[in-house]
């Protein structure tokens, strides 16, 4: 059976109009003659939206009866039992009410209903996306507590932005469309601010841009489309580590600051023909500038700047490209060729060219050449034709000045003109050289002229050593050049090797991450990680990145065993693109070795999590053991003394005596009972077992029964107004909570001091500040407070407690949706602050 498939309206804020479009949607296909059913649509009562809903099939809501209270939750077996081609549920990141069916979350839901083979329509906010929660918390202030993963939105087949300028969304709440009349002054004052509007549009505009891009980049891939799609400004800077780089950033910078969203790309490529760059320093700066700027560098190897740099450009789908002016002479550039800058240009096809000149470019001075580099066909062509020139001009001369010359002081003569040959084009063009200048000594300058004979045995062996040594040191000279581009080579990959060990202790450890710079590196089309564990035949993709990533060795380009000595089984850093050659191969394999160094952190990391819990477990049973042993023991032997006592058939207690007995026993009892319902209640919040009944409660209300729990004699200040707003909390855990954090506060506080209770509301939210005048807390543990026996100072002032009680009053907080903190009292002491939503 087919997959269903998903379609998401997304929408910036509550009221833009997604149940609405979804519901529009849903008749449009009704009308088309496909099975549609609703299977769950939230009105929130109203009135445009319930309009929708008429001539739509609808999936009666499954009714759950949870702490004495009804709700209506989707039946996922009803919809799967009626089968329609297509359902519509509503709100994608709502949490199901616990028992309503097998899944916790709707999203879960809804796969259940796509594994069937059900296209499903659904709706989302975008401040209920995972990856987004901690960025809206920030701009709203309120913090998100349903999610959907990032994943399950980007597999959707269709997102479609249901979109509403912020003016219009808060007429539209300012109209009662929204909200009822009693909560639209609290709204447009806090969440529905222009400002958050404002915020929230744009964080659904720039996640739904990315989305697409990524769906551009499938679609690119799957139709082999290599050309530059102008969809969005990417300055890819070439950098060669010289003095003009930081200038060419700078301007790459400015370009891709131009565009909203432009981004900024700058490439090193390192050459492997003989022409080395400068130090890795210089390029160390110039990528910290770079990411400061807010780019990112890349570094690769190629036989050739030019090809290279536009590869990587047409792989990165760049724009725009930005090269420094060339910084050879005139005269140099004339008898060499066009440089990078000009044939960039000339092969560029649809990517713009940036020339920029700066303080380095080229000047009017005449410079030598230098003479390194490899033996390209043009150094050849260069050393025939110095070979070509100088030995006819020289021929002239030593004709013309003959009376005045002799053989000797001919041979240095045409020795110098094949060194010269040499070294502007290496061996063949030096021995052609050496040859033809032995012919012509003989013919011109040897007795007798004009001919190839010679009399004198002395001009034969003067001949004979002359081409001897022509010869070796066109030999020296070609030798001297390979290892010239050996060493560029080696200069090339070290440098390569170096920015990728520097990506490693700058901390990038993340796979992917760094399987991305080993195949652009290598100018590949995929690369993988995969591990084959144990005795198991098959291998397994541990990570990878690119299109199509081999899955076997065997199905790679090219491949490198990582050894599994230290990684615990055999892995492989498996290349799908070209073949490599033997020196890429060599340093494929030092690659290989920085990839095993991150995996192998990776797997520490995911040890050291996974020991983690149990470290906190052992540190939890430590300190219940520690409780057990005073807190548990104490009260249990007051109360065995009492009853002992009692018992005591020989003693004549008076009923006063007995009295006195039977309350310290039942007082005793109480401390007990008070501490086992609090390590229930520890134990019920680590689980995430605790049930909580939300309702609408009243602050004054709530402060007033929790305070029966306290110490009649205590003296506890209220100031809690009557017209607080309401908060939406359960009022059980809410009165435990204030109970707990007041008895803390009594136990802290000097005697004869009282504590106070104070009660306020601010922008949505409700606050009660429990203010003690003790010793106060420490700034540095102020969270540490809160963790489970903990005690001040390691003791309260009167010993009594087990470091619970902060412990149990944030987690019951927190499971209604608010929050307890601590901060200094003015003048002395602790405030403790509990945060509760406004029920508005």
Same mark, same amino acid.
């Given at each position: ?135 809206? =918390? ?75 891009? =990524? ?6 891939? =799957? ?30 910078? !400015? ?90 240009? !000339? ?32 150094? !050849? ?44 084009? &290496? ?308 009165? !435990? ?91 002395? &002491? ?6 509760? =939503?406004?029920?508005?």
């Amino acid at each position: 059976m087919a997959r269903g498939t998903l379609r998401i309206y997304l929408g910036s804020a509550p009221g833009v109009g997604k149940t609405v479009a979804m519901l529009d949607e849903g008749k449009r296909r009704l009308e088309r003659g496909t099975g549609v059913v609703v299977a769950l649509a939230e009105t929130h009562g109203r009135a445009h939206t319930s309009a929708c809903l008429d001539g739509l099939p609808i999936v009666p809501r499954k009714k759950v009866s949870y702490r004495g209270r009804e709700f209506e939750e989707l039946d996922l077996d009803a919809v799967l039992a009626r089968a329609p081609a297509v359902a519509l549920v509503d709100e994608l990141a709502h949490t199901n009410i616990p028992g309503s069916g097998p899944n916790a979350q709707r999203w879960q839901d809804i796969e259940a209903l796509l594994d069937a083979g059900i296209d499903v329509i659904s709706t989302l906010n975008i401040q209920h996306v995972e990856s987004l929660n901690d960025v809206v =918390e920030a701009i709203t202030g309120v913090p998100q507590r349903e999610t959907v993963p990032d994943a399950i939105v980007r597999a959707a087949e269709q997102v479609e932005l249901v979109d509403m300028a912020p003016e219009a969304l808060r007429r539209r709440m300012a109209h009662g469309n929204i909200y009822p009349a009693e909560r639209v002054d609290a709204a447009l004052g806090n969440y529905f601010r222009v400002g958050n509007l404002t915020a929230l549009r744009e964080l659904a505009l720039l996640w739904l841009a990315d989305s697409v891009e =990524e769906g551009l980049q499938r679609y690119r891939v =799957e139709h082999g489309i290599t050309g530059t799609w102008e969809t969005k400004e990417r300055i890819v800077v070439a950098l060669t580590g010289g003095p003009e780089g930081d200038t060419l950033i700078r301007r790459a910078a !400015r370009i891709a600051a131009r565009t909203a969203g432009g981004e900024l790309l700058a490439v090193h490529v390192a050459r492997s023909d003989g022409l080395s760059g400068p130090g890795v320093a210089a390029l160390t700066s110039q990528r910290l500038l770079v990411e400061s700027l807010g780019g990112s560098y890349h570094s690769v190897v190629g036989d050739g700047i030019a090809p290279t740099l536009l590869d990587f450009a047409r792989r990165v789908d760049a724009t725009q490209i930005v090269l420094g002016a060339s910084r050879r002479p005139w005269l140099v550039a004339a008898l060499t060729g066009p440089g990078t800058g000009a044939t960039v240009t !000339r092969l560029s096809d649809q990517i713009d060219v940036h020339l920029v000149t700066h303080a380095y470019s080229a000047s009017s001075r005449l410079r030598l050449p230098q003479l390194s580099g490899g033996l390209t066909a043009r150094r !050849r062509l260069g050393g025939l034709i110095a070979a070509a020139v100088l030995l006819p001009a020289l021929t002239l001369i030593g004709t013309a000045l003959r009376p005045d010359l002799s053989f000797a002081a001919d041979v240095p003569l045409y020795l110098l003109v094949v060194v010269v040959s040499s070294l502007i084009g &290496g061996f063949y063009p030096g021995l052609l050289s050496a040859v033809a200048a032995s012919l012509l000594l003989n013919y011109y300058f040897v007795e007798p002229r004009h001919t190839f004979t010679i009399s004198e045995p002395s001009n034969i062996v003067a001949v004979v050593i002359f081409l001897l040594i022509a010869v070796l040191v066109s030999q020296v000279v070609d030798l001297a050049a390979r290892r010239s581009v050996l060493a560029a080579r080696a200069g090339a990959e070290a440098e390569t090797l170096t920015t990728f060990a520097g990506s490693l202790l700058r901390g990038e450890t993340a796979l992917p991450a760094l399987l991305e710079r080993v195949r652009e590196t290598f100018a590949m089309d995929a690369a993988a990680l995969l591990r084959k564990a144990g005795d198991s035949r098959e291998w397994s993709t541990v990570a990878s990145v690119g299109d199509a990533p081999p899955t076997t060795p065997s199905e790679a380009d090219a491949a490198e065993a990582l050894g599994h000595e230290t990684l615990g089984s055999e892995v492989a850093l498996a290349l799908r693109g070209h073949p490599l050659s033997a020196s890429d191969q060599r340093v494929l394999a030092a690659f290989a070795a920085h990839v095993a160094v991150g995996y192998r952190q990776q797997q520490l990391a995911e040890a050291a999590r996974a020991a983690e819990p149990l470290a906190e477990s052992d540190r939890q049973r430590t300190a219940l053991l520690n409780a057990v042993s005073h807190d548990l023991r104490t009260p249990i032997a007051s109360a065995k003394a009492a009853v002992s006592s009692l018992r005591a058939v020989e003693v004549p207690w008076s009923d006063l005596d007995r009295r006195e007995l039977l309350r310290t026993a039942e007082d005793a009892l109480d401390r007990l009972t008070d501490l086992v319902t609090n390590l229930l209640d520890l134990s019920r919040l680590q689980v995430g077992a605790l049930p909580v009944v939300p309702g609408v409660v009243g602050v004054d209300d709530v402060v007033a029964r929790a305070l029966e729990h306290v110490d009649p004699d205590a003296k506890v200040e209220v100031d809690v107004p009557a017209d607080l707003p309401t908060v939406r909390a359960d009022a059980g855990l809410l009165e !435990r909570v204030i109970a707990n954090v007041v008895q803390n506060a009594l136990r802290y506080a000097p005697d004869g001091s009282p504590v106070r209770v104070a009660g306020s509301a601010h922008q949505g939210s409700v606050e009660l500040r429990v203010i003690d005048r003790g010793r106060g807390i420490a700034a540095d543990d102020s969270e540490a407070v809160f963790r489970p026996f903990q005690r001040r100072a390691d003791a309260s002032a009167d010993g009594a407690g087990v470091g619970l009680g902060l412990a149990i009053a944030r987690g019951f907080a927190e499971a209604m949706g608010g929050g307890v903190s601590a901060e200094p009292t003015p003048g002395g &002491g602790a405030t403790i602050v509990i945060t509760l =939503e406004a029920a508005a």
